[in-house]
């Protein structure tokens, strides 16, 4: 499965800039509303499409996919298996999150697979999700913090800093 994993993520990235050489090829760079945008082509390293690249901003969704790639070193490495389930701890770090943060609505003594949780990061930008994956992947944020640095630093992000793998303050 963790094979399968790798090569989801490889196509739909593919995809993504497949369809985006195309469009800018004839002359139809898609409209972008976001404030900075930078998209390469991972093989040659070309700059498709960049606008205010190096605009500090906080990270949000970014914080999330950074938690998914560190999640997919782990199934990689077969270190852990999207059937290996968590225990909700009393006392998770979500607690403090606001009202309407996204979430999976995890309660204490529930147990769930690495799978679902991975979903509902992916699906629902669950932030308690989140959290539960940094405990079980690394221990506490903290630490799961500093490997998601490392992935940034691995993409060439250099400017960008994870304190935790959620954007909201808690």
Not at 3 to 21: I, K, P
Not at 24 to 46: F, I, K, N, T, W
Request: with cysteine; glycine share 6%; hydrophobic share 50%.
């Amino acid at each position: 499965l963790a094979d399968l994993w790798g090569v989801r993520r490889l196509f739909m990235a593919a995809l993504a800039v497949c369809t985006l050489s195309g469009l800018m090829a004839q002359g139809l760079a898609p409209r972008v509303q976001a404030r900075s945008v930078c998209l390469v082509e991972a093989a040659r390293g070309d700059v498709l499409l960049e606008r205010n690249a190096d605009l500090p901003i906080a990270p949000a969704s970014l914080a999330k996919l950074a938690t998914l790639a560190v999640l997919g070193e782990e199934l990689d490495a077969g270190r852990i298996s999207l059937d290996d389930t968590v225990e909700i701890l009393p006392g998770e770090a979500w607690d403090e999150l606001p009202y309407n943060a996204s979430s999976m609505y995890l309660e204490r003594g529930m147990r769930v697979s690495i799978r679902d949780l991975a979903r509902g990061l992916a699906v629902a930008s669950a932030n308690d999700a989140a959290f539960v994956l940094a405990r079980r992947l690394s221990g506490s944020v903290s630490a799961f913090a500093v490997r998601m640095n490392r992935v940034a630093r691995r993409y060439g992000l250099s400017l960008t800093r994870f304190v935790r793998p959620v954007l909201h303050t808690c």
